[in-house]
């Protein structure tokens, strides 16, 4: 059945990107407003911070199996499950009193939901592509919900800096852009699945993917919990600051995204992500001796560009995505195996942000620049893990779509 708007696509895929662009909204609101709730609100110091990772990252580690218990629900549903519970959380943030233990069992609550729908978003978009256009599907997703981050950072900037809205009432506008992105999913018809007869898939091929997958647990961390700490800790940036960046992340994502996209369908996963371990290197080492090389001023000017290059790159996941659809030895082991993925890279996630707080609070004024080089490290190694790709020549698949 087609929609006879939007150039006549699919209705799935219609309410597939709705559902993508509502969970742009509510991305924008913890992307661009959790670090300053953290250090202002609650008033966390980097040791308070980097622990927070610890229950923020579990349910990672933990969606092998939830995935494989919600599995009977098919992929569209448990997606839905996913934003129930992302939109509980959030609005869980908003209320909860100043306490460390109220905010771990939240911010739980809260990734337990983001990280059910993590996955699934990928394998779902990649089953409405045909062959040859994993990249392209997976960039118009993103693109849209990139679209949605553009537009509410704005309006989210606009309620700080002229309403002085409080962090409560804009962890409850994410809350509700959650549940209608739920509500979105509800409306996709059920189509024809493959039965999966596992809840995860370990392969020893795969197991190059699974390595990408812990370096990017270790690049990503890095970047999500002290990338942004620099900025509002070491040179107290505001929550205006910090959307305004967000805004033009987003800005950005609207025209990298479907890039990255094209960039994997032409050049392939290999080139794609071995250039990504590059740039990381060079953030890395622009975070470290930023401060050393120009002036406080220049200096801020250079950190802010790094965030938002990082966070430009972040895209590149999409190519993880493809290279484990493309060497996957059966089409029904592609979702599970990208799930299990998620988890192998939380393994990481969980402890090295305890361990570079650790580095920065021993570091003194200067255990951030520690931490980075560290990054820098992980990058290059990445980059040499990244030249041992090999896909083979695609074969024509079977196309599969997700459902309930």
């Known amino acids: 059945m087609k929609i006879n708007f939007f150039n006549g696509i699919d209705r799935n895929y219609f309410f597939f990107l709705l559902s993508t662009a509502f969970i742009g909204i509510g991305q924008s609101v913890d992307g661009a407003i959790l670090t300053n709730y953290l250090k202002e609100g609650l008033g966390m110091m980097i040791l308070e911070r980097s622990a927070l990772e610890f229950p923020r990252e579990l349910p990672g580690l933990l969606m092998v199996v939830i995935i494989g218990l919600l599995s009977f629900l098919g992929d569209i549903r448990t997606?839905?499950?996913?934003?129930?519970?992302?939109?509980?959380g959030m609005f869980s943030l908003g209320i909860i009193p100043p306490e460390y233990s109220w905010l771990i069992v939240t911010i739980f609550v809260y990734n337990m939901g983001t990280h059910i729908y993590m996955p699934l978003s990928n394998s779902i978009g990649m089953s409405f592509a045909s062959a040859g256009e994993l990249g392209k599907k997976l960039g118009q997703m993103n693109a849209i919900n990139t679209l949605t981050l553009v537009i509410s950072s704005a309006v989210?900037?606009?309620?700080?800096?002229?309403?002085?809205?409080?962090?409560?009432?804009?962890?409850?506008?994410?809350?509700?852009?959650?549940?209608?992105?739920?509500?979105?999913?509800?409306?996709?018809?059920?189509?024809?699945?493959?039965?999966?007869?596992?809840?995860?898939?370990?392969?020893?091929?795969y197991g190059l993917y699974y390595w990408?997958?812990?370096?990017?647990?270790?690049?990503?961390?890095?970047?999500?919990?002290?990338?942004?700490?620099?900025?509002?800790?070491?040179?107290?940036?505001?929550?205006?600051?910090?959307?305004?960046?967000f805004f033009i992340v987003s800005i950005a994502g609207i025209f990298v995204k479907p890039w990255i996209g094209h960039m994997i369908d032409h050049l392939g996963e290999k080139n794609v992500l071995s250039s990504e371990a590059i740039g990381c290197?060079?953030?890395?080492?622009?975070?470290?001796?930023?401060?050393?090389?120009?002036?406080?001023?220049?200096?801020?000017f250079v950190i802010c560009a790094c965030y938002v290059l990082d966070q430009a790159m972040n895209a590149v996941s999409m190519a993880r995505a493809t290279y484990m659809k493309k060497i996957a030895l059966r089409p029904e082991e592609i979702s599970p195996s990208l799930s299990l993925g998620t988890?192998?890279?939380?393994?990481?996630?969980?402890?090295?942000?305890?361990?570079?707080?650790?580095?920065?609070?021993?570091?003194?004024?200067?255990?951030?620049?520690?931490?980075?080089?560290?990054?820098?490290?992980?990058?290059?190694?990445?980059?040499?893990?990244?030249?041992?790709?090999?896909?083979?020549?695609?074969?024509?698949?079977?196309?599969?779509?997700?459902g309930a």
């Open 79 to 88: 997606m839905l499950v996913g934003n129930v519970i992302s939109a509980i």
């Open 281 to 300: 290197f060079i953030i890395c080492l622009g975070y470290a001796f930023a401060d050393n090389l120009f002036g406080q001023q220049l200096a801020l």
């Open 212 to 245: 990408l997958s812990i370096l990017y647990g270790a690049r990503k961390q890095i970047f999500i919990t002290f990338g942004p700490w620099v900025l509002v800790d070491v040179f107290r940036q505001p929550v205006t600051t910090m959307i305004m960046l």
């Open 343 to 402: 988890s192998i890279d939380h393994v990481v996630t969980m402890f090295l942000p305890i361990l570079g707080g650790l580095v920065w609070y021993n570091g003194g004024p200067n255990g951030y620049k520690y931490v980075f080089m560290g990054g820098a490290v992980i990058a290059l190694l990445n980059f040499v893990s990244t030249r041992f790709i090999q896909i083979e020549e695609a074969k024509p698949q079977q196309k599969v779509v997700s």
């Open 156 to 205: 989210l900037w606009m309620l700080f800096k002229f309403l002085h809205i409080s962090y409560m009432t804009a962890f409850s506008i994410g809350a509700v852009a959650f549940l209608l992105a739920a509500v979105s999913l509800i409306f996709m018809k059920p189509t024809k699945t493959i039965k999966k007869s596992r809840r995860f898939v370990f392969r020893k091929e």
